[in-house]
């Protein structure tokens, strides 16, 4: 069994950076490298700025990040309870187009080893990721 | 946290000389998107942002500069990324963007 640190956040924009020095801090203690930390920080941020933009129906709302420790992995997951979204809406940078929005999803897919994105219309989204300790996959 | 945008206007190379402190994502994007769009009101120009000290960057950030190279790319001008940092380069060359942005400096 791991260890397990979870926070509530104000669905506002001021406190993303607070996540992302959070998830530094755990990430570095675990002993991550520094290019696995950056990865974990932006991760968590387009969770975070996906629930705060997308998720929560009510501003005075928190959304809820628990990370799961142990000796192998990092587990990290955002969930929100707010409009959700279709998981088939997610597409793939389109350069002849490109568009300012919805790369968010396409970085996390990237940059964690495993990610499942559960997201109900009406209900909210749950952003499951992973990264594995060693050597990236 | 904070962003810290400093902005040249070089007359002869028709030129903005952009450089970019800190750190942009949700909550300082949309600065950024203001303060860029101002100068090109003021002066519709190339675009060249010394990255140097920009130490993080999401898609946020990203989808301020797309949106921005849009605008340019009308008139046929174009963004150079100047020695962006390795987190900040990786962002691009995974999202593909490195094929449409000038980078420099890697």
């Given amino acids: ?137 | 946290m904070s962003i810290h945008i400093q902005t040249n206007y070089n007359k002869d190379e028709n030129i903005w000389i952009v450089d970019i402190k800190g750190e942009i994502d949700i909550y300082t994007a949309n600065k950024v998107k203001e303060d860029l769009n101002k100068m090109l009101d003021e002066q519709m120009a190339d675009f060249k942002i010394n990255c140097l000290e920009l130490t993080y960057i999401d898609s946020t950030g990203l989808g301020v500069l797309i949106g921005i190279l849009k605008r340019l790319k009308k008139e046929e001008k174009n963004i150079n990324i100047v020695n962006p940092k390795p987190n900040i380069s990786k962002l691009f060359h995974i999202t593909g963007l490195d094929k449409i942005f000038v980078i420099e400096g890697e």
């Fill in chain 1, 1 to 137: 069994m791991g260890d397990h640190f979870s926070i509530s956040v104000p669905s506002k924009p001021e406190y993303v950076n607070v996540v992302r020095l959070t998830a530094s801090a755990i990430a570095c203690r675990m002993g991550f490298n520094i290019e696995q930390i950056e990865d974990i920080k932006v991760a968590i941020a387009e969770a975070c700025t996906n629930a705060i933009k997308h998720g929560i129906k009510n501003r005075e709302e928190n959304f809820k990040i628990q990370f799961l420790v142990d000796e192998e992995k990092l587990e990290i997951d955002v969930e929100d309870e707010g409009h959700g979204f279709s998981c088939n809406e997610i597409e793939e940078p389109d350069l002849e187009n490109p568009k300012e929005g919805g790369l968010g999803i396409f970085i996390i897919k990237s940059l964690m080893d495993d990610v499942q994105i559960n997201s109900n219309i009406g209900k909210g989204t749950s952003i499951k990721m992973i990264k594995y300790l060693g050597d990236d996959l």
